[in-house]
């Protein structure tokens, strides 16, 4: 069995909406079916036990190792506790290999577990070992380790619920929230608007305590001190008990309470040397560590944090006790679980001795010994929710707190006796102020009910309740995409917006070209969605980009599909039809958003197979064609939906009765209409601008503007002018862009037409060889050029498949080959007389274009 290919499909794609990796899996003839391979399936269920059937229930279809693969893959990932459900093994048109697709929720995790499902398979073929509890270990520890932690986990959930769009921006707790101009972002509990300053003061706990003071809050007294003896001459200053604690620290880290001896004091005072420099002491004050969450103005949360402690049973020693509480599942290593397993470190036994008792202690029945005093989650502590009994006044001093540092999310830590009553009533007073505060205490309690957190958060960030969406429009097709796009962002920029957009030559922000190439794929596209000038998004959406990892989207307000057609990469990654590439390219309309969130797919009801996607877009439809009379087009009339048509010498806007007529003569690049594929392109791009609810007047005067010139169009049938002679540039590149850019040509005047073709390799031969029949049949001269790359075809491969295509072309007199795409071009202009057309299907669109313009400015 040989894995390749593996891809990480990060958006939507061909199998699903899941995030999934996607393997080619080749199988040897032995290896095709499982059950002429004695005792396999046994030996691997032995290994692991808990792999998931094979096949539903009552199918008897032959399983390969591919299929073992899948399901060991998925089932890996399931025992480490990660949730996920999809999975699909697909036999390619090559025997023996299939494509394997299994669902992760994290990269990293995925890829290890089809590592892990390798080796398992491996194992059980040579009946060697295989340790399944130390996979499993490996596999959750990847887990905790990569995602996302309680806090950015708690607003990353109810952000998916409100149907906000979110982006990991780093491996730690960054996250984007939204697209474009909406977007917001945090780090954990910490939101963009927060200050750097804020931050600062927070962290500074000396100087919050002044500001605090200064605010008339109740504040323990204190200092920063130098070494053990300062911090032993500060506690002797202040009086017994006091805290020791790092001055800018978090999580309580280093925090000792309730020291009563030098001894106790020195062991704290390293422990916190341990995590910041600076060290503070300051007084002790009694009662119970509270947690106060403030988001904005509001008192969120509040839970009552307690110490970690073990009860004796006279049977059991002190470390045993702890071994017994740490086996709460509900307790973990870090962040990842509701608990903190509990530690008897230096300051743990430092809090036993004073209780007269060792780690190996066995203390009597029902004697309850602490283990330590500060009552933090990290350090083993427990949280009980008592956000319903918080008073009023005890509500207002978190709150102006909060307000006081500047924190728009703060933990607000409080030690008094009960929040029933008011802080100067109890002697309680406020001990700590902490950007970015753990939410997991709130949201999973050990105690009480957990409080939604998240949800506050959120509605911080989104105070008007909005999705933090900006209009997506995302076009795919086999021919008319870049021009369809380009011709859409225009219409959308005429409104007042501003546009980011990708296509295959390159990615445009406000009409500014910031990235060169082909930009068509989730990558580019990505990007425009992280750019906060960009107020709507139009993006080119190709087919290598949603095979190699999905969309890059989760859903878009608009698919535009132009059409589908030969030629495009057929017989790559398994495309070998007209019927797969439909399929693919339906991805971008099961994708739409809801009718009620929308969405609307505007579809070529002329193309049979673009129409039948209607039947799986979630949004409203459109349907564009030329010919009303259409059956597609009239039933979807008669039913009161939206039709594009064209009548006369006009595009018609229809809905039942009414409709609005624009003019071919006020759309330059149909050229009066006499553009067929042109027409069509707008056509496509005046339903998407209606499906975006775009003014009518707008529409009309983008439509009026946009041209497909060299500059603002490269290379889609831009017209020159060479000494009288009508020059188009093109980069028609299969057999359906070829058809229609000759039908285009046959409406315009010429004495003798030429055209410079090349090839691209990565086509299907018959691809190659269609493009100079079309040719062959309407041009007088062909000038034959090979292309800068070859895409995996040998020198002069392509040339003769070209050549092999005009072999009895009807019309084609005189074929030349030709060395250098420039060199061809200024062999095409050589030949050229007044009156006659040459069109030139470029390779290199941007210098191939600039070329041609300089050519034609020097006569």
């Known amino acids: 069995m040989d894995v390749s290919r593996i891809r990480l499909l990060r958006g939507p794609n061909l199998w699903s909406r899941h995030t999934s990796v996607e393997a080619i899996v080749a199988c040897a003839p032995d290896e095709c079916v499982i059950d002429t391979m004695p005792g396999f399936e046994a030996r691997v269920r032995a290994r692991f036990p808990e792999l998931g059937q094979l096949q539903p229930k009552g199918h008897l279809d032959p399983m390969s190792l591919a299929h073992v693969l899948e399901a060991a893959t998925l089932g890996l990932q399931i025992q480490a506790g990660c949730p996920v459900t999809f999975s699909r093994t697909q036999a390619t048109v090559d025997v023996g290999t299939f494509q394997v697709v299994v669902e992760f929720t994290e990269e990293s995790v995925g890829r290890m577990a089809l590592e892990m499902a390798q080796e398992l398979i491996a194992s059980a073929r040579a009946d060697t070992p295989f340790d399944l509890a130390a996979s499993l270990a490996k596999l959750k520890e990847m887990d905790e380790d990569v995602r996302l932690g309680p806090s950015t986990g708690a607003i990353v959930h109810a952000a998916v619920l409100h149907g906000i769009p979110y982006r990991r921006l780093t491996q730690g707790s960054l996250v984007q929230f939204g697209w474009g101009s909406k977007q917001r972002r945090i780090q954990a509990a910490e939101i963009d608007s927060t200050s750097a300053i804020a931050e600062s003061i927070a962290q500074d706990k000396q100087l919050t305590k002044r500001l605090l003071k200064a605010a008339g809050a109740s504040v323990p007294t204190g200092r920063p001190v130098e070494d053990i003896d ?172 909060a307000q006081m540092i500047g924190l728009d999310i703060c933990g607000v830590d409080i030690v008094c006796d009960t929040v029933l009553r008011p802080l100067e009533e109890t002697g309680g007073g406020i001990v700590e102020v902490n950007a970015a505060p753990g939410l997991r205490m709130h949201t999973a309690p050990s105690f009480g009910k957990g409080r939604p957190v998240g949800e506050a958060v959120i509605a911080a960030l989104y105070p008007d309740g909005g999705d933090g969406r900006i209009p997506v429009v995302a076009v795919t097709g086999t021919n008319g995409k870049t021009t369809t796009v380009r011709l859409i962002a225009h219409l959308i920029a005429a409104s007042g917006l501003r546009v980011g957009m990708t296509n295959t030559d390159g990615v445009y922000v406000q009409g500014k070209r910031i990235d060169t190439g082909d930009c068509s794929g989730p990558r580019s596209a990505r990007n425009v969605l992280m750019h906060p000038d960009v107020d709507a998004a ?190 188009i540039a093109d980069y028609g590149h299969n057999p359906d862009a070829i058809a229609a850019l000759t039908k285009a040509i046959e409406a315009i005047p010429a004495k003798r037409r030429s055209v410079v073709i090349s090839g691209a390799g990565d086509r299907r031969d018959e691809d190659i060889r269609q493009q100079t029949e079309i040719l062959g049949a309407a041009f007088d001269d062909v000038l034959l050029y090979q292309d800068a790359c070859q895409r995996g075809r040998e020198d002069g491969e392509v040339i003769a498949l070209l050549r092999q295509g005009l072999a009895g072309a009807k019309r084609t007199s005189h074929i030349e080959e030709i060395n250098g795409e420039f060199v061809a071009i200024d062999a095409a202009l050589a030949r050229l007389q007044a009156g006659d057309l040459c069109l030139i299907l470029v390779d290199q669109i941007d210098a191939a274009v600039a070329y041609i313009g300089e050519q034609c400015a020097r006569r």
């Not at 009662?287 to 839970?303: P, S, Y």
């Not at 039709?643 to 050229?671: H, K």
Request: charged letters at 20%; aromatic letters at 6%; glycine letters at 10%.
């Open 230 to 401: 300062d911090a032993w001459a500060a506690a002797l200053e202040i009086g017994l008990p006091v805290v020791v604690k790092p001055q800018d620290g978090n999580q309580g880290k280093g925090v000792t309470v309730n020291i009563v001896t030098r001894d106790h004091l020195e062991i704290a005072f390293n422990a916190a040397k341990e995590f910041r420099r600076n060290i503070m002491v300051e007084s002790y004050m009694p009662g119970h560590d509270f947690r106060m969450l403030v988001v904005g103005d509001k008192l969120i949360a509040a839970a009552r944090r307690d110490s970690p402690f073990v009860v004796g049973d006279g049977v059991h020693t002190i470390v045993e006790l702890v071994a017994q509480i740490n086996a709460d599942p509900r307790r973990g290593d870090g962040h990842a679980t509701p608990m903190t397993r509990i530690k008897i470190d230096e300051i743990a036994v430092a809090r036993i001795a004073i209780q007269g008792f060792k780690p190996e202690s066995i203390p009597p029945k029902g004697q309850r010994v602490v283990l330590r005093n500060n009552a933090n989650l990290s350090t083993g502590g427990t949280a009980t929710d008592v956000t319903d009994d918080v008073h009023p006044d005890v509500a207002g001093s978190a709150i102006a707190a």
């Open 538 to 727: 139009v993006f080119e959406t190709a087919r290598g980009g949603m095979l190699r990892e999905g969309l890059a989207f989760d859903r878009c307000k608009v698919a535009v599909v132009t059409n589908i057609g030969l030629g495009d990469h057929l017989g790559l990654n398994y495309i070998t039809s007209v019927a797969d590439l439909a399929v693919l390219k339906r991805v971008v309309v099961q994708n739409v958003a809801p009718v009620e969130a929308g969405g609307v797919g505007v579809l070529n009801a002329a193309d049979p197979l673009v129409a039948k996607m209607a039947g799986d877009c979630p949004g409203e439809i459109i349907f564009f064609a030329a010919d009303q009379n259409l059956p597609m087009m009239a039933a979807h009339r008669a039913r009161g939906h939206r039709v594009v048509f064209v009548s006369g010498d006009a595009i018609v806007a229809a809905q039942g009765g009414n409709e609005v007529v624009i003019s071919l003569a006020g759309v330059p690049i149909t050229r009066a209409g006499t553009i067929s594929f042109q027409v069509e392109n707008a056509m496509a791009s005046v339903g998407a601008a209606w499906a975006l609810g775009l003014d009518w007047s707008v529409i009309r005067a983008g439509l009026a503007t946009f041209t497909s010139d060299a500059a603002s169009a490269p290379g889609r049938f831009n017209v020159f002018d060479y000494r009288g002679a009508t020059l």
